[in-house]
């Protein structure tokens, strides 16, 4: 895992894109084609507003996965994970290949569908966050290293669901869905390389055990220690609890 520790959330957000990009830029050099995992939420702000931005990228030839959406609730919620990434990915860049989860149709039968496309791809380029509880999508503590299928459903526990809401998703607790579709840890890890932002204070001691724990599915992102090719890019803020020796990259 390689640590780059910025200032403040937005020059994380500019290190974070321009890495994804080149990442882009390269694998399309290579075989003609990407395939990447978008994210969502407040931590990819900054991060996919770089990357919409980065030159000499030819989006027709990228295809794009969903990490994860909540179920039961329609695309025109402002919670959406499908709209925001209309709003701040689809809409701002000429993707043509992409793939949105459904989360108001069978959760069961939507990753289904969501898992036949994804077992005939290769992912290029995963653009993740780490939660406050340490979840890797909505791969909430205990996450299971061990499933085999790309999408599955989980139950959000409560420390993710108030998050939501700490970020003003929903207007109250009850709002926040229990069950979401998510990509599974050992699919994450099967990307060529991942590139994780995750800015704030609020996601120290997450960020701290993450990268100082063992690994253990008590703190999922700590499985990011394994994987060979692991950019985990920091403000201050979230970098704050790490043992000083950890942070090997400052910018």
């Known amino acids: ?16 894109g321009q890495r994804a990009g080149e990442l882009i830029r390269a694998a399309l050099r290579e075989r003609g084609s990407a395939v990447i995992i978008l994210a969502t939420g407040t931590s990819q702000f900054a991060t996919l507003s770089r990357l919409i931005g980065e030159p000499d990228i030819d989006w027709r030839s990228v295809t794009m996965f969903h990490l994860d959406e909540y179920l039961g609730i329609p695309d025109t919620h402002p919670a959406s994970f499908r709209k925001y990434l209309i709003e701040r990915f689809i809409s701002k860049v000429p993707v043509e290949n992409y ?6 149709s069978d959760g069961s039968k939507e990753c ?23 979840h890797l999508a909505f791969n909430d503590p205990p996450a299971d290293f061990e499933t ?14 108030k998050q939501q809401l700490g970020e003003g998703w929903f207007p109250s607790i009850d709002d926040v869905p229990r ?11 099967k990307s060529r390389h991942i590139v994780c932002s995750v800015p704030d204070e609020r996601k120290s001691m997450a960020v701290k055990n993450c990268v100082e724990q063992q ?29 000083p020796e950890r942070a090997n990259s400052l910018t």
Do not use: T, W
């Open 1 to 16: 895992m390689h640590i780059v520790v910025s200032k403040d959330a937005g020059s994380l957000g500019e290190l974070a």
């Open 99 to 104: 793939y949105l989860i459904d989360g108001e």
């Open 112 to 134: 289904d569908r969501l898992n036949n496309i994804m077992m005939q791809n290769k992912v290029d380029v995963a653009l993740v966050g780490i939660g406050e509880n340490g």
């Open 148 to 161: 085999d299928k790309p999408y599955i459903v989980v139950k959000l526990d409560e420390m993710c669901r």
């Open 179 to 189: 069950y979401a579709i998510s990509m599974s840890i050992k699919q994450i890890m």
């Open 215 to 243: 690994v253990n599915n008590m703190f999922p992102a700590s499985i990011l220690q394994l994987h060979p090719h692991c950019f985990l890019f920091l403000d201050a803020a979230s970098a704050s609890r790490l043992s």
